[in-house]
């Protein structure tokens, strides 16, 4: 239900649909058995159902829980070995650092037979920001293992040009052996020709009554652009409010809160929207006055594409890969300066 999982499956199907001669094998892990019959379905008419097979596997298996780790070790050779089984001339794995906190298992290069095996590279972020992310031993563990898998892939396909040079300068990699793919946004995110009434509906579910600053993820820079957002002139913040559209856990949206509150932002200057469906996510891209993406760093930089795409005005970092994204530099903003951040919005 992430983006990596939305990314995933969008790019399996597009690549089955242009398969043409090759023959594509789907391979599932039976630890996530409520989801194997609605991905089995979704592909029913691009895959024989023989083709898609499921692989079982030891549980418990988070990464992150030292008692699980035999049984990690396990999983990850029994899922080597049912990969070989299948006989492919390719393997591609989608996401290769999963599992810290759930039983998905990921690994390349434990079994000898193993075919040349391509793995999808989103980014470095933990590797390249250690003191936030890996002060946890056994999260650091698990993702020194996981980048010895990586290390053994045959090639990776990057999402961006600065990933791909990220990984050959910090994994000392050969350059032919990682390539920029960049990504691609879902379809259901475009242009809607939506009527006065049906925006009314969408805006007033989420408590939005003013022309919306929009942002998507309360993780990346949140607290620089609502301090930015405090920073704009008066008659500028109060005919707009800040909607950060996506679920935030109950802790952080109010630790969120009471930062507005110091800031002396009004009750609904910011507006937490909480879980928002697809269809909803890209009615608020089009009725956004403008979309913020002040991330300081990113593999690719989905959201802004997103709000592009719905027609919104995008403004984003000036770092990592979101130049790339965005492609104009009069768009773009030091993420570390509030005041830039605020009068980039202005």
Same mark, same amino acid.
């Given at each position: 239900?992430?983006?990596?999982?939305?990314?995933?499956?969008?790019?399996?199907?597009?690549?089955?649909?242009?398969?043409?001669?090759?023959?594509?094998?789907?391979a599932l892990n039976g630890a996530f058995e409520?989801?194997?019959?609605?991905?089995?379905?979704?592909?029913? /008419?691009?895959?024989?159902?023989? @083709? &898609? #097979?499921?692989?079982?596997? +030891? *549980?418990?298996? =988070?990464?992150? /829980?030292?008692?699980?780790?035999? @049984? &990690? #070790?396990?999983?990850?050779? +029994? *899922?080597?070995? =049912?990969?070989?089984?299948?006989?492919?001339?390719?393997?591609?794995?989608?996401?290769?650092?999963?599992?810290?906190?759930?039983?998905?298992?990921?690994?390349?290069?434990?079994?000898?037979?193993?075919?040349?095996?391509?793995?999808?590279?989103?980014?470095?972020?933990?590797?390249?920001?250690?003191?936030?992310?890996?002060?946890?031993?056994?999260?650091?563990?698990?993702?020194?293992?996981?980048?010895?898998?990586?290390?053994?892939?045959?090639?990776?396909?990057?999402?961006?040009?600065?990933?791909?040079?990220?990984?050959?300068?910090?994994?000392?990699?050969?350059?032919?052996?990682?390539?920029?793919?960049?990504?691609?946004?879902?379809?259901?995110?475009?242009?809607?020709?939506?009527?006065?009434?049906?925006?009314?509906?969408?805006?007033?579910?989420?408590?939005?009554?003013?022309?919306?600053?929009?942002?998507?993820?309360?993780?990346?820079?949140?607290?620089?652009?609502?301090?930015?957002?405090?920073?704009?002139?008066?008659?500028?913040?109060?005919?707009?409010?800040?909607?950060?559209?996506?679920?935030?856990?109950?802790?952080?949206?109010?630790?969120?809160?009471?930062?507005?509150?110091?800031?002396?932002?009004?009750?609904?200057?910011?507006?937490?929207?909480?879980?928002?469906?697809?269809?909803?996510?890209?009615?608020?891209?089009?009725?956004?006055?403008?979309?913020?993406?002040?991330?300081?760093?990113?593999?690719?930089?989905?959201?802004?594409?997103?709000?592009?795409?719905?027609?919104?005005?995008?403004?984003?970092?000036?770092?990592?890969?979101?130049?790339?994204?965005?492609?104009?530099?009069?768009?773009?903003?030091?993420?570390?300066?509030?005041?830039?951040?605020?009068?980039?919005?202005?």
């Amino acid at each position: 239900n992430r983006g990596i999982g939305r990314y995933s499956l969008n790019l399996a199907e597009a690549m089955v649909r242009r398969a043409h001669r090759h023959e594509v094998v789907i391979a599932l892990n039976g630890a996530f058995e409520d989801m194997v019959e609605p991905i089995r379905e979704q592909f029913r /008419d691009l895959v024989p159902p023989q @083709r &898609v #097979r499921v692989w079982s596997q +030891l *549980r418990p298996t =988070a990464g992150i /829980d030292q008692a699980n780790r035999w @049984r &990690v #070790r396990a999983s990850e050779l +029994l *899922r080597e070995h =049912a990969l070989c089984e299948l006989a492919p001339d390719l393997v591609h794995t989608t996401s290769l650092f999963e599992g810290g906190g759930d039983d998905a298992v990921t690994s390349v290069g434990l079994l000898k037979a193993e075919p040349p095996t391509a793995v999808t590279l989103y980014d470095l972020i933990p590797f390249l920001n250690a003191e936030r992310y890996l002060t946890d031993p056994l999260r650091k563990t698990w993702y020194v293992r996981k980048l010895r898998s990586l290390r053994a892939a045959d090639l990776l396909l990057a999402i961006s040009e600065h990933s791909r040079r990220e990984a050959i300068d910090s994994l000392d990699l050969d350059p032919d052996s990682v390539v920029a793919i960049l990504g691609d946004a879902d379809a259901r995110f475009r242009r809607l020709p939506l009527s006065e009434e049906a925006a009314e509906t969408i805006l007033r579910r989420y408590g939005l009554h003013r022309p919306s600053i929009m942002y998507t993820d309360w993780r990346k820079n949140i607290e620089g652009l609502i301090e930015a957002y405090a920073w704009l002139p008066q008659p500028l913040r109060e005919a707009h409010q800040l909607a950060v559209v996506c679920k935030v856990e109950d802790v952080e949206r109010k630790r969120l809160l009471a930062l507005c509150q110091r800031l002396g932002l009004g009750y609904d200057d910011v507006v937490f929207t909480g879980y928002v469906s697809d269809d909803d996510l890209v009615g608020l891209y089009n009725l956004c006055k403008i979309f913020v993406f002040p991330s300081l760093h990113e593999g690719f930089g989905l959201p802004a594409l997103e709000a592009m795409r719905c027609g919104a005005p995008v403004i984003g970092s000036d770092s990592t890969s979101i130049p790339e994204v965005i492609g104009r530099s009069d768009a773009l903003f030091d993420p570390t300066s509030v005041q830039a951040i605020s009068a980039k919005i202005s």
